[in-house]
């Protein structure tokens, strides 16, 4: 529930953001996708099937707000498509080792979306990405959330960590909670004071 909560606020934040200010900026190119990089924290936090889920709901919330000038369902199709892609690059036990592995899935979710939303749209009828020129929507959606990623993805991900449900997920990833190693020498030092005790009576 409590990761409903967490994507449901952080979708609804990201798209509002994206449609009063980032859409405003009226940038060369491509718009900065703040929607894309939710998604793609989340992801990368949940794993495969929650970065589906998330991202085909995002998508939909995308497809309907205003000013949307597409046919509905087409950012949820490419949006489910990528969630569930970045899913699969999910770090060990949800922890980053290092920032190179989300700015390359960054680098090619923001790629392939914008290929895969010229793509649906041609099937569709839509060749306003022609017009544009797909080389500089390609090049400027990657530069863009890639200058944008360092201040959402790490951040996204660490919120999910922290509000995850799953102790054990928490402790390897977050560090939050004792660790088997300590449980396990707790156990052992409290067994190595009740042993005199077993044998020699009360002891103050």
């Known amino acids: ?3 409903v909560v967490l994507s449901a606020v952080l979708v609804v934040v990201a798209l509002v953001v994206q449609v009063s200010v980032l859409a ?10 703040l929607l ?3 998604v793609l924290g989340l992801a990368l936090a949940y794993g ?11 998508g939909l919330l995308a497809d309907l707000a205003p000013p949307a000038d597409h046919a509905a369902g087409r950012y949820a199709l490419v949006l489910c498509v990528i969630g ?8 060990e036990n949800g922890r980053l080792r290092s920032a190179a592995g989300p ?14 939303y010229s793509v649906v749209g041609a099937m569709v009828g839509d060749t306003a990405a022609q017009h544009v020129g797909v080389g500089k929507l390609l090049f ?4 863009y959330d890639l200058l944008l990623a360092p201040f959402t993805v790490p951040w996204i991900m660490a919120l999910a960590r922290r509000f995850d449900n799953d102790p054990l997920g928490e402790d390897t990833a977050g560090g939050y909670g004792p660790s088997p190693g300590r449980i396990s020498g707790a156990r052992s ?6 042993g005199p005790l077993a044998k020699g009576g009360r002891r103050l």
């Open 36 to 38: 894309l990089l939710t």
């Open 48 to 58: 495969p099937v929650g970065g589906c889920l998330v991202g085909f709901a995002a």
């Open 1 to 3: 529930m409590k990761r």
């Open 103 to 116: 700015m390359l899935v960054v680098v090619a979710a923001a790629i392939g979306t914008t290929v895969l």
């Open 189 to 194: 030092g409290l067994l190595g004071k009740v």
């Open 140 to 143: 400027t959606a990657a530069l």
């Open 24 to 33: 405003r900026l009226h940038l060369p190119g491509a718009v900065p996708d």
């Open 84 to 91: 569930y892609l970045a899913g699969l690059a999910r770090p």
